[in-house]
């Protein structure tokens, strides 16, 4: 199956200094939403073509016992070298009962049956970042529009192991997403082709480096 990225998301601790550092920089801020049953809440940084997701904790009960406690988002903002980060993909042709990889059904509170998440099984692995899928979302037309901080041009995550796993693997083949073994936990968001030849390196407010 083709996989196309929807979009990524950062798990941080400080959802109000990283947004308002993006914000600063000129980047849009969409509207922000509450998980209901997962216990997170976000805010959203929407592109023509894709999104850049700033994900924290708003209730760490909910989140360990409801029925997103296997993405186990507690335990990743707490683990030392546990992978902030989220890969969210869609499809760009095939029958929606496909799966691209060996993983469970996430069903979230805040979805309508049967509309459900496939999540990869390496979500027990906190060293990688989780993989989900969206089987309910039909291929769609990305249009990457023209102009400053307007479309996702690239992705590129560093997970500091020795080998990827099978499922990570998988992901390679996904538009406009790179994976590579690194160093530390980093994501180069590359914006507009880095049509302006500037970067601003946000750490250590955020593991992310964005080019546009």
Known sequence: MDLELDHVFILTKHPKEAGDLLVSMGLD????????????ANRRFVFSNGMLEILYVRDSEEAKHGP??????PERIQKENASPFGIVLTRTCGSEL???????TY??????????????????ILEEPLSIYVPFIAPVTRIAEIGTFKSISRVRISIPL???SETLSTLQSADRLELELGAEHMMI?????GRCGLAKDLRPVLPLIIHW
Not at 98 to 104: E, I
């Open 29 to 40: 801020e969409s509207f922000s939403r509450d998980h209901p049953g997962q216990g997170t």
């Open 68 to 73: 997103a406690r296997n993405l186990r988002f």
């Open 98 to 104: 496909d799966r691209p990889y060996s993983g469970w």
């Open 107 to 124: 069903q979230p509170d805040y979805f309508e049956p049967p509309n459900a998440f496939h999540v990869g099984d390496n979500s027990a």
């Open 162 to 164: 020795k080998k990827m």
């Open 189 to 193: 968001l590359t914006l507009d082709h």
